[in-house]
């Protein structure tokens, strides 16, 4: 069973940086989207960065464009989202999601979720 575990949330202040990870496990080939999604209290799940693993430019949304980099290391079967320039409209709870075929923003796409890890930015 395909199995995605997130790490490297924590709590820092504006201006900060992060980077998440999340180790995929039992999912093979490169005909599949991953994706960062994350979570704000009271509101739903938005997509913020994804990459196709047969190689494609990776999309961002708007509201990251230019402070986060996601990226993947095949040999160790993990996904990154390095976080820069930490905003306090960043925080919530970030999951990395993955599907078999093109990349999509829309969460009902995706089949297979990490459990979650927690991001807080302070003022």
């Known amino acids: 069973q395909v199995q995605l575990v997130e790490s490297g949330g924590g709590s820092v202040q504006a201006g900060g940086s992060l980077r998440l990870s999340c180790v995929v496990s039992?999912?093979?080939?490169?005909?599949?989207?991953m994706v960062w999604f994350r979570q704000a209290p009271g509101k739903g799940r938005e997509g913020v960065a994804t990459i196709y693993l047969g190689g494609a430019i990776p999309y961002y949304a708007d509201s990251v464009k230019g402070r986060f980099t996601i990226s993947q290391d095949n040999a160790k079967n993990t996904l990154y989202l390095q976080m820069n320039s930490l905003k306090p409209e960043d925080t919530g709870t970030y999951y990395c999601?993955?599907?078999?075929?093109?990349?999509?923003?829309?969460?009902?796409?995706?089949?297979?979720w990490g459990q979650g890890t927690q991001v807080t930015v302070s003022s």
């Open positions: 039992r999912y093979t080939g490169y005909n599949r989207c």
């Open positions: 999601a993955a599907r078999s075929g093109d990349c999509s923003t829309t969460e009902r796409a995706y089949n297979y």
